[in-house]
């Protein structure tokens, strides 16, 4: 039964040039609850930290933080909303469910 769970591992290159793993999973998830991020880019610092950990698990909050630089912070949001997404099962079925019809507005 468990043989077919198999989290997604997402790579992310960040400031140190280095490719780093990042998979959600129930434990990642938990571990970012205990962690105070308040505010967008502390929210996703924690997030990001908390997919780390499986396979980077020396990294500190802070080592990820000096990890985001500030002008990238917007293509990491987008990097950890498709990837929790997907840890979700939120993506697969919008794909499932195809496009969503516009409405139409003239005649």
């Given at each position: 039964?468990?043989?077919?769970?198999?989290?997604?591992?997402?790579?992310?290159?960040?400031?140190?040039?280095?490719?780093?793993?990042?998979?959600?999973?129930?434990?990642?998830?938990?571990?970012?609850?205990?962690?105070?991020?308040?505010?967008?880019?502390?929210?996703?610092?924690?997030?990001?930290?908390?997919?780390?950990?499986?396979?980077?698990?020396?990294?500190?909050?802070?080592?990820?933080?000096?990890?985001m630089?500030?002008?990238?912070?917007?293509?990491?949001?987008?990097?950890?909303?498709?990837?929790?997404s997907?840890?979700?099962?939120?993506?697969?079925?919008?794909?499932?469910?195809?496009?969503?019809?516009?409405?139409?507005?003239?005649?």
């Amino acid at each position: 039964m468990f043989e077919e769970i198999v989290d997604k591992i997402h790579e992310i290159d960040l400031a140190d040039g280095k490719t780093y793993k990042v998979v959600f999973t129930t434990n990642a998830f938990v571990e970012m609850e205990k962690v105070d991020a308040s505010g967008p880019i502390g929210y996703n610092r924690a997030l990001l930290w908390a997919g780390m950990r499986e396979y980077h698990p020396a990294l500190t909050l802070e080592d990820v933080g000096r990890l985001m630089p500030l002008f990238r912070l917007k293509e990491i949001d987008a990097f950890l909303a498709q990837a929790v997404s997907e840890a979700m099962g939120t993506e697969s079925k919008k794909e499932e469910e195809g496009p969503v019809p516009q409405e139409q507005t003239g005649p």
